[in-house]
């Protein structure tokens, strides 16, 4: 069993999921993460992550199939013996006019973005309950909260994502167990490196776009320095939102 705090975070390959295992590793944490498909890019994290003199290993599953998630989050169990902080932020784009967007493409998103949350917090939830502690973080988005035009489908699994949270937070509070989420604005990632950044920064008070460790230290602070804050939904957005 780990003698530090244990976070899971799952599509932490790069960007945002990335710096997030960084800074908890910073922070002291043993980490797992979840990846897709770029094992180079998985393969690095988790040289970084030991760098900081962190435990650490890479699960290779899609998130959006509820028997592997369980399977995954059995063996991070095995592997590290607790999980102290769960981070839910593997997600998807699949843009694209409603009128034009095909049940594949809506399907694919709420799957990855929205029913995973499910599918990972529901095994790992027996065990926080038991240790009568936790912290889980789902990432949603400025999109959950005000919408965009060509992101039905991400719009809508955001914005599911911040019901989860509330009601996940009643329930869990009894246990010590909190449950927030973060709402970030337009943060440089593979994400959004074809947006015309010019016109974004625009409607941004803060005038620049985030960086992935905009998003990775609300995390830790969620985790480590949050005690009495729960069923929240924090924008980390620059003041996009207002």
């Known amino acids: 069993m780990s003698e530090n705090k244990v976070a899971l975070i799952t ?23 979840s990846y897709a498909g770029n094992d180079e890019a998985a393969n690095k994290t988790i040289e970084d992550l030991k760098s900081f003199g962190a435990k650490a290993k890479a699960y290779k599953f899609n998130v959006a199939d509820k028997e592997a998630c ?42 990855t973005n929205l029913n995973s949350a499910f599918y990972m917090t529901s095994p ?14 789902n990432m949603s988005s400025i999109s959950g909260l005000m919408g965009n035009a060509g992101q039905a ?8 994502l911040v019901g ?3 009601s996940l937070a009643k329930e869990l509070g009894s246990r010590n167990i909190r449950v927030n989420a973060i ?28 960086q992935p460790e905009d998003i990775a230290k609300t995390v830790k602070f969620l985790a ?14 620059g003041g996009l939102v207002i």
């Not at 390959?13 to 043993?30: F, M, V």
């Not at 489908?153 to 599911?160: E, F, H, L, Q, V």
């Not at 337009?186 to 974004?200: C, N, P």
């Open 11 to 33: 599509g932490a390959s790069r960007g945002i999921g990335r710096a997030c295992a960084i800074e908890l590793a910073k922070a002291g944490y043993d980490v797992a993460i």
């Open 124 to 137: 790992i939830i027996k065990t926080m309950v038991k240790q009568r502690s936790g912290c889980i973080v």
């Open 164 to 166: 989860f949270t509330k």
């Open 183 to 210: 709402a970030p604005g337009f943060i440089q990632t593979d994400m959004t490196k074809d947006l015309d950044t010019e016109k974004i920064t625009e409607h941004i008070p803060l005038k620049r776009l985030g």
């Open 70 to 111: 369980e399977k995954a989050a059995n063996e991070v169990l095995t592997d590290f013996g607790r999980i102290d902080v769960l981070v839910n932020n593997a997600g998807i784009t699949r843009d694209g006019l409603f009128m034009r967007m095909s049940g594949e493409n809506w399907e694919a998103v709420i799957n």
């Open 224 to 237: 480590e320095d949050a005690p009495y804050i729960t069923a929240q939904v924090i924008g980390v957005d």
């Open 153 to 160: 489908n991400y719009s809508t699994a955001k914005a599911g």
